[in-house]
């Protein structure tokens, strides 16, 4: 086990019986990319490429779930800034994905860009599953969102996206949160 995937089994990072089911499938993803980030830290040369790619593959996905259904549902229920800064740091992400996916993995600074990527990435979800998660938890537990309604939404929006990529090569429009937006914000 790796200095990131042992944190998927310890408190609010484990996946609990009575997270709703949105927390539940969330949290998963979380633990993959904690694994996959492990890998990338062990792998060098030409063996970090194809994890670099599935972990923007991934990531891409992953946050526009999060943006197009997960964030507006839980602004109204706990309020705009834990959900704004989640938007920014994912906007921060995409600028060092976009960069990645542009080299092939012979350039210098490769590995230093998909390490820096895993620490803002490891950051964040640390972030949204102790605390974003809970407040979304306790939210539900109040009847402000129903989190396993959001959760069938984002099953249903990630396989649709999962199936363009495989169809297109590519995730396709898009309803993320607006750059320009986060720029002037």
Same mark, same amino acid.
């Given at each position: 086990?790796?200095?990131?995937?042992?944190?998927?089994?310890?408190?609010?990072?484990?996946?609990?019986?009575?997270?709703?089911?949105?927390?539940?499938?969330?949290?998963?993803?979380?633990?993959?990319?904690?694994?996959?980030?492990?890998?990338?830290?062990?792998?060098?040369?030409?063996?970090?490429?194809?994890?670099?790619?599935?972990?923007?593959?991934?990531?891409?996905?992953?946050?526009?779930?999060?943006?197009?259904?997960?964030?507006?549902?839980?602004?109204?229920?706990?309020?705009?800034?834990?959900?704004?800064?989640?938007?920014?740091?994912?906007?921060?992400?995409?600028? @060092?994905? /976009?960069?990645? &996916? %542009? $080299?092939?993995?012979?350039?210098?600074?490769?590995?230093?860009?998909?390490?820096?990527? *895993? +620490?803002?990435?490891?950051?964040?979800?640390?972030?949204?599953?102790?605390?974003?998660?809970?407040?979304?938890?306790?939210?539900?537990?109040?009847?402000?969102?129903? @989190?396993? /309604?959001?959760? &069938? %939404? $984002?099953?249903?929006?990630?396989?649709?996206?999962?199936?363009?990529?495989?169809?297109? *090569? +590519?995730?396709?429009?898009?309803?993320?949160?607006?750059?320009?937006?986060?720029?002037?914000?």
């Amino acid at each position: 086990m790796g200095k990131f995937s042992e944190r998927n089994d310890q408190g609010h990072h484990a996946i609990g019986e009575d997270d709703p089911l949105a927390l539940r499938l969330l949290k998963d993803e979380h633990h993959v990319f904690r694994r996959l980030f492990d890998q990338a830290e062990a792998a060098s040369g030409q063996a970090l490429v194809p994890i670099a790619q599935e972990l923007c593959l991934r990531l891409g996905v992953h946050m526009t779930i999060e943006e197009e259904i997960l964030y507006p549902a839980l602004k109204p229920a706990i309020g705009p800034d834990e959900v704004n800064e989640g938007i920014v740091e994912h906007h921060a992400g995409k600028l @060092l994905i /976009a960069e990645i &996916e %542009q $080299l092939d993995g012979t350039e210098e600074l490769y590995k230093s860009k998909v390490h820096v990527l *895993g +620490e803002e990435t490891i950051h964040h979800i640390d972030e949204e599953d102790e605390d974003l998660f809970e407040d979304a938890k306790a939210a539900h537990a109040e009847g402000k969102v129903d @989190l396993d /309604a959001v959760g &069938e %939404q $984002l099953r249903t929006r990630q396989a649709a996206l999962y199936d363009q990529i495989a169809r297109d *090569g +590519e995730m396709g429009e898009t309803d993320e949160a607006d750059v320009e937006e986060i720029r002037t914000a």
